[in-house]
């Protein structure tokens, strides 16, 4: 089956990227370096294409209760205006995707769900579609891309909206570069930045006017890599890596999506019994020595033997060591403990530390939880 390009694939190539397949679509890896991209958005500001992600629009008179019923946070709290993280779980508590729902006006909500998850995600909510509400997969026909960084709010180019006014979390209707776009103070790095919803034909003259408006202060397209390095050290969860089907929110470190005072939704039943679990698995943060990469899979072990499994695990340049992320078995461990991660076939020590590993610019601009 052939991969998927996104409308930016030429640039990608012309730019340098290394393309790769990733979840159906080819993009890029890398440009310069995972290295340069990383530090750039850390520093000033990176730009993604993100375009691969699942874009749902869902409208109609019942919309609110649709989705209030299918995912774990409130919706009824939403406002026009604002976004919110979500999950979706199934009957016995286990996540289906984590996905953001954007909500424009009353009865229209935009959903962005994980790109390896959008066809089980399409056919999931169909499953549950009421009468009075209609779903558009958006993916084909709106592109999305992602400037991120602590400078990215003052490096838009000339003929953009202002977006000072925007919130954490908050998005409006505007123009970047004099295209049409919906801006949205979201992201997936830590830092401050914005994820930009731009029709497929006019999303190249946007990525080219910031990546020229931005050059001098050091923005760069960032690739995968980086991306991947950036969502780790703020411990932002991975679906696939971090959390699954047969992992419950709580155990995920997640239970603050969950509103089980809400009403009835799919999986609350099993959430409920979940949350007064004290002895629970849990996803801790591992701090490594330099040169100890934990990677996917490996195994964690404990005095006791072993414990758990790395779900995730990289090298971060802006820390200067590797970190990883753990599902653990009960009892739980506390910050400062020692634990082993297999590395190359070694035991390598491993220090409990508390998440997230970096607070970027991002953190300046949240709530504590929204």
């Known amino acids: ?89 199934k009957e016995d508590g286990g996540v289906i995707d984590d996905l953001v729902v954007y909500r424009s ?20 909510l169909r499953h549950h579609l009421p009468d009075d509400v209609s779903m558009t997969d958006k993916t084909l026909d709106v592109s999305l891309i992602a400037f991120q960084g602590p400078m990215a709010h003052s490096l838009f180019p000339a003929r953009s909206t202002q977006t000072d006014s925007i919130p954490y ?29 731009v029709e497929a034909d006019r999303v190249g003259r946007v990525w080219d006017s910031i990546l ?10 960032a690739g995968l890599g980086a991306r991947d ?21 709580y155990e995920a470190g997640l239970g603050w999506t969950v509103k ?26 591992l701090k490594m020595k330099p040169g100890d990469i934990p990677r996917h899979g490996a195994a964690v072990t404990a005095e006791r033997g072993k414990v758990g499994t790395v ?3 990289t090298h971060s340049f802006f820390l200067g060591y590797p970190i990883a992320l753990a599902l653990v078995e009960p009892p739980s461990f506390r910050v400062g403990d020692m634990l082993s991660v297999d590395v190359r076939g070694r035991d ?18 949240a709530p504590k939880h929204y």
């Open 105 to 124: 006006a009353p009865s229209d909500f935009l959903v962005v769900v994980n790109a390896s998850n959008r066809e089980k995600d399409v056919e999931w």
């Open 169 to 197: 979390f908050g998005f409006t209707q505007g123009q970047v570069a004099g295209e049409p776009a919906f801006i949205a103070r979201t992201g997936y790095t830590g830092e401050d930045g914005f994820e930009l919803f």
């Open 348 to 365: 390598a020590p491993a220090e409990v530390v508390e998440l997230p590993f970096y607070r970027g610019s991002a953190r300046a601009t």
């Open 260 to 285: 089980l005072t809400k009403g009835e939704f799919i999986g609350r039943a099993a959430l409920e019994k979940s949350r007064e679990v004290v002895d629970r698995r849990r996803l801790i943060g």
């Open 229 to 249: 390095i950036l969502r780790l050290e703020a411990a932002l969860r991975l679906y696939g890596n971090d959390m699954d089907e047969r992992v419950n929110p």
């Open 311 to 313: 779900t995730s695990g």
């Open 1 to 89: 089956m052939t991969a998927n390009r996104t409308p930016l694939y030429d640039r990608h190539v012309a730019l340098g990227g290394r393309m790769v397949e990733f979840s159906g679509w080819e993009l890029p890896q890398q440009y310069s370096s995972i290295r340069d991209e990383h530090l750039a958005v850390r520093r000033a500001g990176g730009l993604f294409d993100i375009s691969h992600m699942g874009r749902l629009n869902i409208v109609g008179d019942g919309a609110e209760a649709f989705l209030q019923g299918v995912v774990t946070n409130d919706i009824a709290r939403l406002e026009p205006g604002r976004a919110q993280y979500n999950l979706m779980c």
């Open 212 to 221: 020229e408006s931005g050059k001098a202060k050091g923005v760069l397209p």
